[in-house]
């Protein structure tokens, strides 16, 4: 039925955002098609399935690898070139030879048997493929680089550096001056790494209307925003308009508040004083022998 489904969902040539849209698409049409009678037959495409599925071979207990291998070297850009397009991968893999799966809507590159790159796979021809993460290290060091680099560009259009991240970057420039600004905001970016992006956004945000431009700040506040998800807020009392100005809690006072209990007894230097009055005994019994 292949030609059945072109002609009838791909004609014309229908257009779309991203491969993840035609295949909710096509598990739509699919659905639909279900529904179908061919011809004159007495059943439905789905109830004619369901009389062959018993019949049918079970599928393969392990997972049977459908996606193309390929092992390319790391340029000196930090990019792996596959077909005719480039993908960035960790700058720390430069030089290093790597392992690159391709299936139909993605890209995953693996050092030995862990995963340190996933890209959609790009269609076009000659097209790059930068991940603003991969180059943070670098860009920290060089943060000059950071405004017109094509990484950030993309992410941009990818929608992962919203206008939270402009907005605290702006102010953080007027703050700091252009070099150390953009270096505090470069330095906040690796909190993705182990924070969902909604809720480093929201420390962003947070930190924007305190008025602390520092990359610590931000940590803090994401980690607050993650950590309201998943603990119940506590009751609030009134807010009074005008009473209530944005704060941020200080990085020390935090980690002071979520130490543990510390239930060891007080300190005592009483028996370093018994020493102290031994030696000063000694020393005067010294001097006396001296003396006679």
């Not at 014309?12 to 295949?23: H, K, Q, R, W």
């Not at 076009?124 to 560009?153: I, M, Q, W």
């Amino acid at each position: 039925m292949i030609g059945y489904f072109r002609r009838n969902h791909f004609v014309p040539v229908p257009e779309v955002a991203s491969l993840a849209e035609l295949n909710e698409m096509v598990e739509q049409w699919d659905r639909q098609d279900d529904a179908r009678r061919i011809g004159s037959r007495p059943k439905t495409v789905a109830e004619y399935f369901a009389l062959e599925q018993p019949l049918l071979m079970s599928l393969p207990e392990e997972p049977f690898e459908t996606g193309r291998l390929f092992t390319p070297r790391v340029d000196r850009y930090g990019q792996v070139p596959v077909r005719t397009n480039r993908y960035s991968v960790p700058i720390r893999l430069i030089g290093k030879r790597v392992r690159v799966v391709l299936h139909a809507s993605q890209l995953v590159v693996y050092d030995q048997n862990v995963e340190v790159a996933r890209h959609e796979r790009l269609i076009a021809k000659g097209a790059v493929r930068l991940d603003l993460d991969h180059y943070l290290e670098v860009l920290v060091r060089k943060p000059g680089a950071f405004p017109g680099s094509t990484a950030l560009e993309q992410a941009h259009s990818a929608g992962r550096f919203t206008p939270v991240h402009d907005a605290w970057w702006d102010q953080a420039r007027k703050m700091h001056g252009e070099r150390d600004g953009t270096r505090a905001l470069i330095e906040v970016l690796p909190l993705g790494r182990h924070l969902p992006h909604e809720h480093v956004v929201a420390g962003l945000a947070a930190a924007l209307r305190a008025g602390a431009m520092t990359a610590d700040a931000v940590a803090l506040e994401a980690r607050k925003a993650a950590q309201a998800e998943t603990e119940p807020a506590p009751a609030a009392g009134p807010l009074i308009p005008g009473n209530s100005p944005a704060t941020v809690t200080s990085l020390h006072e935090w980690r002071l508040a979520h130490l543990p209990a510390d239930t060891r007894p007080l300190l005592s230097v009483t028996p370093y004083d018994q020493l102290l009055r031994r030696r000063r005994i000694s020393d005067g019994d010294h001097r006396e022998g001296e003396a006679q």
